[in-house]
Structure formats: structure tokens, C-alpha cells
């Protein structure tokens, strides 16, 4: 299986910052990446698709980089819906397997 | 617009099973390949498997044959998720998770079940 490391895990922030997070892969996963966000009670939401293709309606402030084995999620100007958990997940190959998660919380 | 609802929380008893419906509304469901994935509390992610709609064709991780069973009824545009001879760490919140299309990533995902297994 395709071990998934994402880091941090958790991260405290202010409204208005930028913050980054990374994910690696244990193989080549070429760009098969997803970012998305987690907020208890609700349904995920999917962001980022093949390392850096911004999924339908989620704002540009969210952005991916990435191929191969490093990845990352970059969020600009965070604002108070912007705190939640964040997972990096690969789709190159079974079984999919998920990044820890990153908890962004207001510092 | 799509949507997917899933049923509601459940308490089992070890060794019981438990059966998860999702819901699709917005587009058919024999479209897209359907995923299952959960959360346990305070652990990460685990993918559970897949069910074509179409097919009813079903792909398990290995850890669940066995124990899952992946099905479909498309005159309602439902898919079902049963997990048999549950234990305690199976208490979870299990999301069901739509395809975008044939790479395997999800555009859709169910609100979530929470499904609690105590004695």
C-alpha cells in the first residue's frame, strides 16, 4: 500500500494568513492527488484534484502543487470558514490510502 | 445539483452487521463508480471499496472481504454499504463518495453515518 505522510498536523493560524501543507507519497503517485476538507458534520468537500486542478466552485485563494512523490496545499488570505481539517488522498492506485490530516485551527 | 444523502446513525451490538444507504439525487447513479470510505474517532481515513452502479461490480480493500458487502438498487438511485460481524473498532463515521470521472477521485461525498458498536 502507498503510504500517504502529511504535515503538520496540526497548524495555528491567524485570519488573513497564508499557510502550506505538505503531503509526500511512500511511491510515485504521478499526479494523482486529491486535497479536501473536512468540518465536522458536514460532508467533505473535495478542493484540489490531480495536484493542482481547483475543483468546480471552491475559491482560488486554495491552490496545489506537485507530482511524483511531494505535494502541497497552499491557502491564502484564511478566513473563519477556512478552519477546519484538511487530507491529502492518492487515487493512483488500490487500496486509496489518506494523508493523517492537518488540523487548522485560529490561533 | 448532485447530492448524495446517506441514512442515519446506527447502534449495533458486536458481532451484528449494519447496512448504510446513499442516496443519490442531481444525476443517475449508474454513471459514476460509488466509494465507500470511513473515519474512526481520533484515527485517519480508511478506503473501504468501490461498487459500480451500472454493473453492480464491486472492488473490496482487503481488510473488509469478506465482511462487506457493496450494493446497489437503481430504481431509486441508492447505494448500500453492509458491514457484517461488527466489532468495536468499527465504530466509525462511514462516507460514501462519488467518482468525478474515470481517474478515481471524489467530486460528491454523503454527509457521513455514524455507526456505533457497543455491547
Known amino acids: 500500500d502507498i503510504q500517504m505522510t502529511q504535515s503538520p498536523s496540526s497548524l495555528s493560524a491567524s485570519v488573513g494568513d497564508r499557510v502550506t501543507i505538505t503531503c509526500r507519497a511512500s511511491q510515485g503517485i504521478s499526479n494523482n492527488l486529491v486535497w479536501f476538507q473536512l468540518k465536522p458534520g458536514k460532508a467533505p468537500k473535495s478542493l484540489i484534484y490531480a495536484a493542482s486542478s481547483l475543483q468546480s466552485g471552491v475559491p482560488s485563494k486554495f491552490s496545489g502543487s506537485g507530482s511524483g512523490t511531494d505535494f502541497t496545499l497552499t491557502i491564502n488570505n484564511l478566513q473563519p470558514e477556512d478552519f477546519a481539517t484538511y487530507f491529502c488522498q492518492q487515487y493512483h492506485s488500490f487500496p486509496y490510502t489518506f494523508g493523517q490530516g492537518t488540523k487548522l485551527q485560529i490561533k | 445539483q448532485v447530492q448524495l444523502v446517506q441514512s442515519g446513525a446506527e447502534v449495533k451490538k458486536p458481532g451484528a452487521s449494519v447496512k448504510v444507504s446513499c442516496k443519490a439525487s442531481g444525476y443517475p447513479l449508474t454513471t459514476y463508480y460509488l466509494h465507500w470510505v470511513r473515519q474512526a474517532p481520533g484515527q485517519g481515513l480508511e478506503w473501504m471499496g468501490w461498487?459500480?452502479?451500472?454493473?453492480?461490480?464491486?472492488n473490496y480493500a482487503q481488510k473488509f472481504q469478506g465482511r462487506v458487502t457493496m450494493t446497489r438498487d437503481t430504481s431509486i438511485n441508492t447505494a448500500y454499504m453492509e458491514l457484517g460481524r461488527l466489532r468495536s473498532d468499527d465504530a466509525a463515521v462511514y462516507y460514501c463518495a462519488k467518482e468525478a470521472d474515470s481517474s478515481g477521485w471524489y467530486d460528491y461525498w454523503g454527509q457521513g453515518t455514524l455507526v456505533t458498536v457497543s455491547s
Open positions: 461498487i459500480n452502479p451500472n454493473s453492480g461490480r464491486t
